[in-house]
């Protein structure tokens, strides 16, 4: 099973970069609850669905790393 927590490469706490930007992902329970309601329409049937999902999972991904980079 895959976990936000671990990847291919083992686990996340040994990379963490990727570690801080869970950790700011679900600090925030209204970012935390928005990426996950996109991962799940992520396996849904339709096309412009996934789309959005794809565009705003990437967004609040790319707003966590830099928030940990202190950009």
């Known amino acids: 099973?895959?976990?936000?927590y671990?990847?291919?490469d083992g686990?996340?706490?040994s990379r963490p970069e990727q570690w801080g930007?869970?950790?700011?992902?679900?600090r925030y329970p209204a970012?935390?609850?928005?990426?996950h309601a996109a991962e799940?329409?992520?396996?849904g049937p339709d096309p412009a669905t996934r789309e959005r999902a794809i565009?705003?999972?990437?967004?609040?991904?790319?707003?966590?790393?830099?928030e940990v980079?202190?950009?």
């Open 55 to 66: 565009r705003e999972a990437g967004e609040i991904v790319r707003a966590a790393h830099r």
């Open 40 to 43: 799940q329409a992520l396996s």
């Open 31 to 35: 970012t935390a609850r928005s990426l």
């Open 11 to 13: 686990p996340l706490i």
């Open 1 to 4: 099973m895959t976990t936000p």
């Open 6 to 8: 671990a990847d291919q």
């Open 21 to 26: 930007v869970v950790v700011e992902i679900e």
């Open 69 to 71: 980079a202190g950009d």
